[in-house]
């Protein structure tokens, strides 16, 4: 794999990362948020990442792996998490049912906060890997002008 192709996929997973930490913290800043305009309470937000320009599994199947480079990180969607939502007894709140319950939405702090941890480190692993890139085509660079 050449040095730029090295240095695009840190890229994309960064980029994938910063939207992934974006997301984390709109869910953290909407885990009280019991009305939103669609109705209902907000419910949490999950980004799905996948391969750019996957390699068609024919192509694999024929014995091409050897030859295989990876192509990075993309986003391809942002999904609902389906879970149910935090019934919390509110009988004086404006958006209580008729039991007296209130829809909070199926956000944990905990786990988007360890989720937050986990992107941040993942971000960190990526910037690093870009910037041995950098500096080895910065050597190479170096060396082909002695």
């Known amino acids: 794999m050449g040095v730029f192709k090295a240095m695009n996929v840190s890229a994309t997973g960064m ?13 953290i800043a ?21 391969e750019k320009d996957t390699t068609s599994f024919d192509h694999i199947l024929n014995g091409y792996l050897t030859n295989y ?20 007894y509110e009988p004086d709140n404006p958006d209580a ?28 692993a990526s910037a690093t890997a870009f910037q041995a890139a950098k500096s080895m085509a910065q050597t190479g660079l170096e060396l082909f002008n002695s």
């Open 30 to 50: 909407n885990s009280q948020t019991t009305r939103t305009e669609n109705g209902g309470a907000y419910r949490r937000k999950i980004p799905v990442f996948y």
């Open 69 to 88: 480079e990876p192509n990075g990180v993309k986003v391809t969607q942002i999904v609902e998490d389906p879970s149910d939502f935090r019934l919390v």
């Open 97 to 124: 049912n008729e039991n007296g319950y209130v829809e909070y939405p199926n956000i944990d702090t905990v786990t988007e906060m360890t989720n937050l941890i986990d992107s941040s480190r993942a971000y960190e």
């Open 15 to 27: 980029t994938a990362q910063q939207l992934r930490m974006d997301i984390i913290a709109e869910n």
